[in-house]
């Protein structure tokens, strides 16, 4: 994954990073899962790049991925029984409703630290290891200037 | 209590059944999925007993005003639509989406959620919330092809018993001249 010039700065903060470490410097390929996400941004608050953002928006057809057996489920199962059409595209979320709305997430921006998978309360973030070869070089990116080579 | 078709609601009970609901278990912070309830009674039962063809209109009345305001219309002998179905909720913040949504697809075909009146809430904000989820369920609606003045939310002070009996009837006329929804 390139870094973006924000993502740039951000790994150039870190002790002994060096440039040319892909996103997953800090160990992690972050995944989201829209059917499970709820938007109510607990992954912004927690994400310390800026790479997660909540905007105003709501896509009702991102109701009808929701699994059975949530609060997402039921709502579009409320939804299905008297709809008359297919949802039509998103629209603009009131103020005082925090949920319901899209997240959008910019991978250049991730340094794959994982604070979103452990702030996710349904579980719509994952976190996969990088794979060894990329491990290798973010290791060598986050050791101390001088240990190690 | 002499309110027409009110009955005490409980819609903060946990998702266990229905009829398996007891006060003592309401617990409001751990509510999974709600399920709506009057008097431990499913909302579909609580609109069960509409005649075929009439329509029932569902409303979600603050316990400290709309609710005052429906007592007190139910002790002057006012009469309501017979098509209003009542339930108390302790503020109108606690009514989400689902509990409207999940209304509309168990057989109501409006539902109001009425609170207090702008700034006078018992817990400050209950009812600015409601309103803002109101409008969320009706942005829902139209996207779905649903007319959204299916769902609407009115406030009201606790001595106001003309307008709670002017809203009812309002919404009863909305409702009455809206073909029936569609169930699958």
Redesign the interface.
């Known amino acids: 994954m390139p870094l973006s010039a924000r993502g740039r700065q951000i790994a150039g903060d870190l002790r002994g990073a060096t440039s040319g470490v892909s996103a997953g410097v800090l160990g992690c390929d972050v995944v989201r899962h829209d059917e499970l996400c709820v938007g109510c941004g607990r992954c912004v608050s927690a994400c310390p790049t800026g790479a997660m953002r909540q905007d105003d928006w ?1 896509d ?1 057809a991102q109701l009808f991925s929701a699994p059975a057996g ?2 997402r489920g ?2 579009a ?13 998103p ?7 925090r949920t ?1 709305r899209r997240i959008l997430f910019s991978a250049d921006l991730c340094a794959g630290c994982g604070a979103c998978v452990r702030a996710c309360p349904t579980g719509a973030v994952e976190a996969s290891p990088v794979p060894v070869g990329d491990l290798e070089v973010a290791a060598r990116g986050l050791a101390p200037a001088g240990v190690g080579t | 209590m002499n309110v027409p078709v009110v009955a005490e609601a409980e819609p903060t009970a946990p998702a266990v059944a229905a009829t398996e609901v007891r006060v003592a278990q309401v617990r409001v912070a751990q509510v ?2 709600p399920e709506i309830s009057a008097a431990g009674v499913p909302v579909s039962e609580v609109i069960a007993d509409a005649a075929d063809g009439e329509r029932s209109i569902v409303a979600f009345l603050c316990r400290e005003c709309a609710y005052s305001a429906a007592d007190a219309a139910g002790n002057a002998r006012t009469s309501l639509p017979p098509t209003i179905r009542t339930i108390m909720v302790p503020c109108t913040g606690r009514v989400s ?2 509990h409207l ?2 209304a ?2 168990e057989g109501a075909d409006g539902v109001y959620v009425a609170g207090c009146l702008e700034g006078q809430c018992h817990h400050r904000v209950g009812n ?2 409601a ?3 109101v ?2 369920v009706r ?8 007319e959204p003045e299916r769902a609407a939310m009115f406030t009201m002070s606790a001595a106001d018993t003309p307008r709670f009996v002017a809203t009812a009837r309002g919404m009863d006329a909305t409702i009455s001249q809206l073909p029936r ?4």
């Open positions: 709501f009702p949530t609060g039921a709502l199962a409320a939804l299905r029984r008297i709809a008359r059409h297919e949802p039509s595209g629209f603009r979320v009131p103020d005082r409703v319901f | 999974r999925v989406p689902l949504l999940a509309l697809a600015f919330h309103l803002d989820r409008a969320f942005r829902l609606l139209r996207s779905v092809g649903v929804l569609p169930r699958s």
